[in-house]
């Protein structure tokens, strides 16, 4: 076990100079759409003036769009950079993700120890150090960088809870996923698997379950109470974490999404759409009231076409095994400011994953994992298939993916063993030889 944790931790250390390198060689990054966005938001936190106002409504004002965490990690960054020298900031903030990246390498090494022991971690935190997809979030200012440590660690953190037994594991558990509904919004659904990890962890409806799920749930809430306590106070409106559930919905339920032949079901911004642009860019609207009209338009037009929920989920699925729209999800990497080099080598580098991922699933160390871990990843997907799609919606299943290839390689590493050792076996007592050698030694 010692020993695997120096290796994984040297791969760690590989994984950080790999990263830090990548920022190194890209000095012409710059943000754009949401990554500018953030930066918008880092530069205001870092100056003193706490969220800038909003842009998503045409009345501006207070702004909950973007959810806090990741934001106020730039403007942490950016407090120490200074926010005068753009090229500055952008390499600094560059640089905490690629220490990101190199910590959920790490944690997926850690979390693939816990379930499955040493030959899969270390193979685990190997692919994941040099998985492209990986690396292409951590080319831009994306929150899915900050996303996926917080989206593990809560995992890891619950199993350690169900071998310890310890309530501080648990309230651990919960508040980091607490912290991962602050970096993006559906994090939150993480309390559901995470409570289900502490229940079945011990005799059900036993003192130590009920306490265990309570404490996780708990914890969660309380991570995330002082932002809704802010909103309600600068907004005057109850908002958990963000208003962005309506611009989501009517992003993909209107009529310009559901009649494009080219990219059927496709998410797009809902100003595209004339039916939305109005309510968007009503100058009378502030962000909150906004968001309620685009949630209430998106429910009757999903209520007039049923139909085509299924439809948006089916395409979004291929989507999200990057079946369809190849150039959807380049483009998508062009608008974030993504490194096009790992855009283009992260479809091969997916589906390479995803069939070791198959094969792994055949394991009998995957069917014996608590079913809580893969509940995690599979609500995280389901709460944005039948919404958008692309690698930065999916990339917080891909550690899970990982360990799953990872028991697949182990797997297939030791059916080659067992191959080669059978091979020259069966040639020395192949029927005849043995005869053969004796006779030539008769005298």
């Known amino acids: 076990m010692a020993r695997s944790r120096r ?3 040297g791969i760690v250390v590989i994984a950080l100079l790999l990263r830090l390198g990548a920022v190194a060689a890209t000095t012409e990054f710059a943000p754009d759409t949401d990554a500018a966005d953030f930066d918008r938001h880092g530069v205001s936190i870092a100056g003193g003036h706490g969220y800038p106002s909003s842009i998503a409504a045409g009345a501006g004002g207070p702004s909950a769009f973007r959810p806090p965490a990741f934001a106020h990690l730039l403007g942490a960054t950016y407090t120490v950079t200074g926010v005068h020298s753009e090229r500055r900031r ?10 990101l990246g190199a910590a959920t390498v790490g944690l997926i090494g850690l979390l693939a120890l816990a379930l ?45 809870y169900r071998s310890s037994g310890r309530l501080r594991w648990a309230i651990a558990a919960g508040a980091v996923a607490g912290l991962a509904g602050l970096t993006r919004s559906n994090g939150i659904i993480l309390l559901l698997p995470l409570a289900a990890g502490a229940l079945t962890a011990f005799p059900w409806r036993s003192r130590n ?20 306590i802010r909103n309600a106070a600068v907004m005057d409106a109850f908002v958990p974490v963000s208003t962005q559930a309506g611009y989501g919905l009517a992003g993909a339920y209107n009529h310009s999404a559901r009649n494009d032949e080219l990219q059927p079901a496709a998410w797009r911004p809902p100003a595209a759409d004339p039916g939305y642009r109005a309510i968007i860019e009503d100058p009378a609207l502030g962000e ?13 037009f999903i209520t007039a076409h049923p139909a085509y929920v299924l439809e948006a989920g089916f395409m979004n699925t291929l989507r999200l095994a990057i079946l369809r729209d ?26 390479a ?8 699933l055949f394991t009998t160390a995957a069917r014996r994992t608590p079913r809580f871990v893969w509940a995690a990843p599979a609500l995280l997907l389901l709460t944005t298939v039948f919404i958008a799609a692309w690698t930065r919606y999916r990339i917080p299943a891909d550690p899970f993916l990982i360990g799953l290839a990872a028991l697949g390689l182990t797997q297939l590493s030791s059916v080659l063993r067992r191959l080669r050792r059978r091979g020259p076996a069966s040639a020395r007592t192949r029927p005849g030889s043995g005869r053969s050698r004796e006779s030539r030694s008769s005298p």
């Open 7 to 9: 290796l994984i931790l």
């Open 90 to 99: 952008w390499t600094g903030a560059r640089g905490v993700e690629a220490v």
């Open 116 to 160: 499955w022991g040493a030959a899969p971690a270390v193979v685990a935190s190997a692919l994941a150090a040099v998985y492209p997809p990986f690396l292409l979030m951590e080319s831009s200012l994306a929150s899915e960088t900050l996303f996926l440590p917080l989206v593990v660690g809560s995992v890891l953190a619950m199993l350690r």
């Open 209 to 228: 379950a009920l306490k265990g799920a309570a404490a996780t749930v708990l914890a969660g809430l309380v991570a995330v109470a002082p932002w809704t």
């Open 288 to 300: 909150v009231e906004v968001e309620k009209r685009l949630r209430s338009e998106s429910r009757q």
């Open 326 to 351: 190849r150039d959807l999800e380049r483009a998508g990497a062009v608008d974030l400011g993504m490194n096009p080099t790992l855009s283009k080598a992260s479809t091969p580098a997916f589906w």
């Open 353 to 360: 994953v995803a069939l070791l991922a198959f094969a792994g």
